[in-house]
C-alpha cells in the first residue's frame, strides 16, 4: 500500500521527493532487551499523518462547521465541485491560514482541475471498480478512522504521561520467566512459583545480576545480565515500561505478568533525559571480525587524522577528505540528530560525554569501525506541544492505545443505548467449554439462531452472529481455561461490533473525515492512472524516450573536457616523487601511491573522470594538452596533473542524462494527456462563484 502522504491530494504536489540515505551508524537490532525493546522505526506511522493531512488531531463534527455551501464552482464530466469541497482542500493548502487572494484562488483552481481532468479520466476507465483500488481503499480508511476511534480525555491524559516519562530516563535489570498470555491456570501458576523462587534467591543475598544471567529466560540476558541500560518512553513494551516508572529505584520489585512472561525488576538509577544530540564524525571503516590487516589499516587512518585535527585541521573537510562514512562525508560528517537509545552505546556514550558544542572527542571504536566526534549541539526534550503530534503516532502503535480503546467502546455503548439480553447471553457464555481447545468444537451450532443477544442503535446482534464470531475463533491449545476464556471473548465480540458501529457512522458523523475519504478515493485512482500514463510509462517507453533525447539533446551540452588524474599532495617533496615515477612510467598508479602513502595514509589522495573545462579549480591552472604537467601548488596543497586525452564540447549521451531526459519526457507526457482529456471532458466554470470566494 502506497504512504498516506502520497494518496492525498494535498500533498500530491510534491510527490517528487528523494529518499534519505541510510544512517551507517544507527541499530539495526536494539540492543535492549530482545523480549522486551520496540522497534519503533520498523513501524509505519500511519495515524500521525492524518494529523498532517488534517491540519488537525480533532475531528471536527457537522454541529461545529457552518452550514455546507453547496454552490457549484466548476463542473467537469457532469459531476459538479461545490464551494465546500473546493475550500476544504483550499484550506488545507493554505498554510498561512490568511485570507485568500485572487490570484491564490485562481493558482489553486487550476491545479484543482486539472487533478479533476485526471480523476475524471480514471472513473471513465473504470478503475474505481476493480478489486486492487477497493482493497486499498479499505486499508486506508482503515488506518484513517483510528483516531476517530479513540476517547479524547483518555488520549490527553495518555499524552501527559507519556511527555512526563520522555523527560526522564530510567536504568533497570530484569529477570524474565517466559509464561504466553493464554496460558493455561496451570502454566501462569507455575511460572509465577519459579519467579518467586529467582524473586527469593535475589533477597537472601545473590546478586542480581548474577541470577539473571544464570536463569532469566530473556535471550540477551546471558550478554548483559539483565541489565537493560537507560530508556524512557516507548523504548520497552508499555507494561513493562509502566512497572519500571512506577517502582522505588533500588528495590527488587514484586513479579508482574506482562505479554511475553514474569518479571522482576531492579531500577538502578534514573536521570533528566539527556535530549536531542547533533554530531558529526569522522570513521575509518572496520567492523567486528573482519581481518586484523584491515582495523589496523583503518586504525593507523584515524590516528593521522586525530593528530591533523589537534594540529587545527578543518574537522568539516577532513571529513569529506577521510571519512568511510558516505551517508554523511559530503555534508561534512554531520549525522541526523539523534537521542538516547538510537545509535550503538560505544558511539553515543561518547557523543554525550562531549561538554559543550566544538569539543572533539579521542578516538572510538564501535562494531563499524573507528570515529572521531564533535559535538555541534544538544537540545534539551522539547516542550509538550512541539512533542504531541509524535507522541500521539506513538501511542497510537503501543499498547497504552488499548486503554484508550476500553474507555471509546463504553462511551460508543452508552450513546447508541447497548442493551442486552442476559439469558440469551448466559446461552452464549455456555456453549464455550473444554471442546473449544482441542480443535472438537463443532463449527455451525448456532446457524440460523435468530433470538437477539443485544442492540446497539438500530442494529440487532444475534446469536448466529456469536456463533460465526466464535466459529472463527477457536483456540488451539493442550490446556485451555474456559471460564476466562468465554468472558473475553465475549468482551472482544462486543468490542468488535462496537466499534464496526461507530465506524459506519464516520462518513456522517464527521465533515472533516468525509472529506478526507473522497481525497484518499480520487487520489488512489489519480496515482494509479498517473503512473500508467506518465511516471511507468516514461520509463518503459525507450522508442519515446529516444525520439524525445534526439529532439532535445542539443539543450544539454559538455563544454570541453578532459579525462585526467590529480593527485593531491600534502608536500612538494611527495609531489615531485610522485611526478618521477608517474614520468618514468615503470611502476603502477596503485603502486606509487601505496608507496607515497606508506608512512602516512593521507599523503596522496587521487581523482580520476572526466572534468569540465573551467569545472575543477586544479585542472584550471594547467594548459589543456595531454601529457604529464608540471607540479604546481594551489591552497596549500601540492597538485600532480596528468591529461590522458581531450574530448571537445558535444551533446551528452542519453545515459548521461537519462533522469534529466526522464524528467522532462514526463512533463511533455502529462501535457499531451491533459491536452486530450479537454477534450474528452467537458468543463464549465462559474465565475460569480469564483469572484465570491476571494
Excluded at 414 to 434: C, H, M, R, V
Excluded at 476 to 491: D, F, I, P, T
Amino acid at each position: 500500500m502506497k504512504n498516506l502522504g502520497i494518496v492525498a491530494f494535498g500533498l500530491f504536489v510534491a510527490l517528487q521527493t528523494s529518499a534519505q540515505p541510510g544512517k551507517n551508524l544507527k541499530k539495526e537490532v536494539s540492543s535492549k532487551s530482545s523480549s522486551l525493546a520496540k522497534t519503533q522505526e520498523s513501524k509505519k506511522n500511519t495515524n500521525s499523518q492524518k494529523s498532517e493531512l488534517t491540519g488537525s488531531s480533532t475531528p471536527t463534527t457537522a454541529a461545529t462547521l457552518p452550514k455546507e455551501d453547496t454552490r457549484v464552482v466548476f463542473q467537469l464530466g457532469g459531476k459538479d465541485v461545490t464551494v465546500s469541497e473546493f475550500l476544504a482542500v483550499f484550506n488545507k493548502n493554505n498554510t498561512q491560514k490568511t485570507p485568500p487572494t485572487e490570484q491564490e484562488i485562481r493558482q489553486y483552481l487550476d491545479l484543482y482541475i486539472k487533478f479533476k481532468y485526471k480523476v475524471a479520466d480514471a472513473y471513465s476507465r473504470g478503475l474505481d471498480t476493480s478489486e486492487k483500488f477497493i482493497n486499498e481503499l479499505a486499508g486506508y480508511r482503515s488506518q484513517l478512522a483510528q483516531p476517530y476511534l479513540n476517547d479524547k480525555e483518555t488520549t490527553e491524559a495518555l499524552l501527559k504521561e507519556a511527555y512526563d516519562r520522555s523527560k526522564k530516563e530510567i536504568r533497570a535489570s530484569h529477570i524474565l520467566v517466559l509464561c504466553k498470555e493464554n496460558a493455561s491456570p496451570k502454566d501462569s501458576l507455575e511460572a509465577y512459583k519459579k519467579i518467586m523462587a529467582l524473586r527469593d534467591r535475589v533477597l537472601k543475598g545473590e546478586s542480581f545480576d548474577q541470577v539473571a544471567g544464570e536463569s532469566s529466560e530473556d535471550p540477551s540476558a546471558k550478554e548483559n545480565k539483565g541489565d537493560l541500560g537507560y530508556f524512557s518512553a516507548f523504548k520497552m513494551i508499555y507494561s513493562f515500561e509502566d512497572q519500571c516508572y512506577k517502582a522505588k529505584e533500588g528495590v527488587v520489585s514484586m513479579p508482574f505478568r506482562s505479554e511475553v512472561g514474569y518479571h522482576i525488576i531492579l531500577v538502578k538509577g534514573s536521570r533528566p533525559a539527556r535530549g536531542e544530540i547533533r554530531v558529526a564524525h569522522i570513521m575509518t571503516m572496520a567492523r567486528r571480525g573482519n581481518p586484523d590487516s584491515l582495523i589496523q589499516d583503518a586504525k593507523r587512518r584515524i590516528e593521522e587524522i586525530a593528530v591533523q585535527l589537534k594540529s587545527g585541521a578543518n574537522f568539516a573537510e577532513m571529513a569529506k577528505k577521510y571519512s568511510d562514512d558516505a551517508s554523511t562525508m559530503d555534508r561534512g560528517g554531520e549525522l541526523a540528530p539523534f537521542s538516547t537509545g538510537k545509535m550503538v552505546p560505544e558511539f553515543e556514550d561518547a557523543a554525550y560525554a562531549l561538554a559543550k558544542d566544538g569539543d572533539v572527542s579521542s578516538i572510538i571504536q564501535t562494531e563499524y569501525g573507528f570515529h572521531i566526534i564533535k559535538r555541534i549541539s544538544l537540545s534539551p526534550v522539547p516542550e509538550f506541544e512541539k512533542m504531541k503530534a509524535d507522541l500521539q503516532a506513538k501511542i497510537n502503535r503501543d499498547a497504552r492505545s488499548y486503554k484508550n480503546r476500553d474507555v471509546k467502546i463504553s462511551k460508543i455503548k452508552n450513546e447508541y443505548g447497548f442493551t442486552e439480553d442476559p439469558i440469551q447471553k448466559k446461552k452464549a457464555l455456555a456453549l464455550i467449554d473444554t471442546t473449544f481447545f482441542n480443535e472438537n468444537w463443532k463449527k455451525g451450532a448456532l446457524k440460523g439462531n435468530k433470538a437477539t443477544l443485544f442492540r446497539l442503535g438500530d442494529s440487532t446482534i444475534s446469536m448466529e452472529d456469536w456463533g460465526n464470531f466464535i466459529d472463527e475463533n477457536q483456540l488451539v491449545s493442550s490446556e485451555g481455561n474456559a471460564l476466562e476464556a468465554r468472558e473475553q471473548l465475549y468482551k472482544n465480540f462486543v468490542s468488535t461490533w462496537a466499534l464496526d458501529y461507530e465506524n459506519g457512522q464516520l462518513e456522517t458523523k464527521y465533515v472533516d473525515f468525509k472529506n478526507l475519504m473522497r481525497e484518499y478515493r480520487e487520489g488512489i485512482l489519480l496515482f494509479d492512472l498517473s503512473d500508467q500514463m506518465v511516471w511507468g510509462k516514461a520509463v518503459t517507453d525507450t522508442n519515446g524516450l529516444n525520439a524525445y533525447y534526439e529532439k532535445h539533446k542539443m539543450e544539454h551540452q559538455w563544454k570541453d573536457r578532459a579525462d585526467a588524474q590529480i593527485f593531491a599532495c600534502q608536500t612538494q617533496a611527495i609531489a615531485k616523487s610522485l611526478a618521477k615515477g608517474l614520468k618514468k612510467g615503470k611502476k603502477s598508479v596503485e603502486i606509487l601511491m601505496m608507496e607515497a602513502n606508506a608512512e602516512n595514509a593521507l599523503a596522496v589522495k587521487q581523482s580520476a573522470g572526466k572534468f569540465e573545462n573551467g569545472v575543477t579549480p586544479a585542472l584550471n591552472s594547467v594548459s589543456w594538452e595531454k601529457g604529464l604537467k608540471p607540479v604546481f601548488s594551489q591552497d596549500g596543497v601540492w597538485y600532480v596533473v596528468r591529461i590522458n586525452n581531450l574530448i571537445p564540447a558535444g551533446p551528452k549521451e542519453l545515459d548521461e542524462v537519462r533522469g534529466i531526459m526522464t524528467s522532462e519526457f514526463q512533463n511533455q507526457l502529462e501535457i499531451e494527456w491533459l491536452e486530450s482529456l479537454k477534450k474528452k471532458f467537458s468543463l464549465k466554470v462559474n465565475e460569480d462563484v469564483i469572484k465570491s470566494l476571494y
